[in-house]
């Protein structure tokens, strides 16, 4: 009906945390669609003769999160299925170098509201035109051998991308029982430093890289070579002059994913990194720059849509982590009503967790009077 049965101070503009990511993937599914799709490309700049590349491999990405453990088990699959259709492609060497072509976005890698000190946690991860493994390596620690002795890491993907020093000892006392990973924010040398209990069971742990485009890069090249395709020149990004270049090169292999899958991964688990790239898309393909202030001028095109004034909100980045991303109450529920009337409800229904039953919703509202009743972030 419309009608409000109950509000409190609904006009007040305030932080909404990851609230933040109704409003960013409503304004997606309205002004791009659920099947507008994400693609990641392996593309050969150059002549192939007798099997070899004279030139460059090119990763091309625009905006796919999928190369990720969420979407497959083994996360070097997709780039050895990459390797495997360039060697069916004819080629068995190349040349020159492995190129990241992460221009569909710009290169600042965190919104500049983001609290300091906390890009080496996942939720901070670096927010890029291209991203692998949610452009974090994921870690085993286990104790080692006795008190005092170094604790056991081994992490994946291995690619060369990150130099780990190992300073975790073993330790006898759990009171000393703590460990971190730190590294600076425009490098990968990382330091594992601590303590670890020695009667702990091994735990999972991950931190960001630098970089998800020369990560991916390095992955790629390393499917390469277990492929055995030899490849002769260095990792580098792309820079705009060459991007022109591509007019005409040869595809060797796509990943493909539909926004409306990103979309529901992102809501339900509530993945900071998808409504960054989900934000930049939006700067791209409405806008035209694949920024955080893009992709905030794209949701306002989109609130603008709903009679929903500049001045009312601010959109500084899309996940919500940065304290300057505030909406009010009446923009949410007006946001909340406007997609259960459109056409993408099913999948925007579909992207929000179940009262008791999954993703942030899990272990919420589990009483049998809402359970499985309540659609929330």
């Not at 497959?72 to 170098?97: H, Q, W, Y």
């Not at 091994?202 to 485009?213: G, L």
Request: hydrophobic residues 35%; contains cysteine; charged residues 20%.
């Amino acid at each position: 009906t419309r009608r409000t049965i109950y509000s409190y101070h609904p006009d007040d503009i305030l932080s909404v945390a990851s609230n933040a990511k109704v409003v960013t993937t409503a304004a997606a599914l309205d002004l791009l669609g659920s099947q507008f799709e994400l693609t990641t490309t392996l593309v050969a700049r150059g002549s192939v003769r007798d099997g070899v590349l004279y030139g460059d491999l090119v990763i091309v990405g625009k905006g796919d999160p999928s190369m990720s453990t969420h979407w497959t088990a083994d996360v070097m699959e997709p780039l050895r299925r990459f390797a495997r259709e360039t060697v069916g492609s004819g080629i068995r060497a190349v040349t020159g170098d492995v190129v990241a072509n992460d221009l569909y976005f710009d290169r600042e890698f965190w919104c500049h509201s983001w609290r300091d000190k906390q890009w080496n946690n996942w939720y901070q991860a670096p927010v890029g035109a291209i991203a692998f493994n949610d452009n974090c390596v994921d870690v085993t620690v286990a104790p080692g051998e006795g008190d005092g002795a170094p604790a056991l890491l081994a992490y994946y993907p291995v690619t060369g991308h990150v130099n780990i020093a190992n300073a975790i000892l073993t330790t006898t006392n759990k009171k000393k029982h703590g460990y971190t990973f730190a590294r600076g924010k425009y490098d990968n040398n990382v330091t594992a430093k601590g303590f670890y209990y020695a009667k702990s069971e091994p735990s999972a742990d991950n931190f960001t890289v630098y970089d998800p485009s020369l990560y991916m890069a390095a992955g790629l090249k390393t499917a390469m070579e277990q492929t055995g395709v030899q490849v002769r020149g260095p990792l580098r990004r792309m820079e705009a002059e060459e991007d022109p270049l591509l007019v005409g090169a040869r595809v060797l292999a796509v990943n493909r994913i539909q926004l409306g899958e990103v979309i529901k991964y992102c809501n339900v688990n509530s993945q900071n990194l998808y409504a960054e790239m989900i934000l930049k898309i939006l700067g791209r393909e409405v806008v035209g720059e694949g920024s955080f202030r893009g992709g905030g001028l794209a949701i306002g095109k989109f609130l603008d849509k709903l009679g929903i004034r500049p001045g009312t909100y601010s959109a500084a980045d899309g996940s919500g982590l940065s304290p300057d991303t505030k909406y009010s109450a009446r923009t949410m529920t007006d946001v909340l009503a406007y997609m259960y009337g459109g056409n993408e409800i099913l999948t925007f229904r579909d992207s929000l967790p179940l009262a008791g039953y999954n993703g942030t919703m899990k272990d919420r509202l589990e009483e049998p009077e809402f359970r499985g009743k309540v659609r929330a972030k």
